[in-house]
Each structure stands twice: as structure tokens, then as C-alpha cells.
Nanobody, 122 residues
Framework: QAQVVESGGGAVQAGGSLRLSCVASGHAFNPYCMAWFRQAPGKERERVASSDSEARLRVAHFVQGRFTIAHDNGPNTLALQMNSLQPEDTAIYYC????????????????WGQGTQVTVSS
């Protein structure tokens, strides 16, 4: 019954911006952990940003200064604002959520969205 849905992907030129949205639903309460991951062709999936049970927001070092996250539309949502996009940011971006009270935002999530494609051209 749980659902995680991403939106907002697209194609942009280098230096441009995109805002991805994620909505997690299907439980009587809000998820304790949410995160954004991405996976480029031929590469391992990597964690981009996360929010833990205390709503502490973190972004990965390789996107610091360019990407931010926020629960802009409620605690069951997680927006990923991506600025100064570069070709190496091209990937499928996935949102994940965990409704366990003791969840680790860096851990393996059970509930994933379908992914949204981000393509950055040089």
C-alpha cells in the first residue's frame, strides 16, 4: 500500500536547475526517513541527500553547494532542488522512504519510487 512517487525530472543544459519532488504515502503516519538516490548508467547507486527521524537534512559531499532538500510540502514530502547542474549529474533519480521509527536514512530502503530521469547536456 505504501507509495513513493517522484516527479520533476527532465533535460536541461549545464548550469541549469531542476526541482524534483517526492511524495510518500500509504501509512497512517509520515515516514521517519526519506532520501534521494541517483544511478547513472554503469555506475553504482549513490545517495544524494536524506532526511532522518529528527528531520535533519543532509546532502552528499559531491553535491554540496549545489543541491538542497526540504520538506516544503509537509513531512511526507522531500523536494530536491538542483542548481548548477553538470553533465555528471545525469542519472535516474529515485526517492525512497521508510516508516520505521528507528530507520537509518543512509540505510537500505524498502520503499522506492519509480525514478525520474535527469539529463544534463554540456
Amino acid at each position: 500500500q505504501a507509495q513513493v512517487v517522484e516527479s520533476g525530472g527532465g533535460a536541461v543544459q549545464a548550469g541549469g536547475s531542476l526541482r524534483l519532488s517526492c511524495v510518500a504515502s500509504g501509512h497512517a503516519f509520515n515516514p521517519y526517513c526519506m532520501a534521494w538516490f541517483r544511478q547513472a548508467p554503469g555506475k553504482e547507486r549513490e545517495r544524494v541527500a536524506s532526511s532522518d527521524s529528527e528531520a535533519r537534512l543532509r546532502v552528499a559531499h559531491f553535491v554540496q553547494g549545489r543541491f538542497t532538500i526540504a520538506h516544503d510540502n509537509g513531512p511526507n514530502t522531500l523536494a530536491l532542488q538542483m542548481n548548477s547542474l553538470q553533465p555528471e549529474d545525469t542519472a535516474i533519480y529515485y526517492c525512497a522512504a521508510d516508516w520505521s521509527w528507528d530507520c537509518d536514512p543512509r540505510g537500505d530502503y524498502k520503499y522506492w519510487g519509480q525514478g525520474t530521469q535527469v539529463t544534463v547536456s554540456s
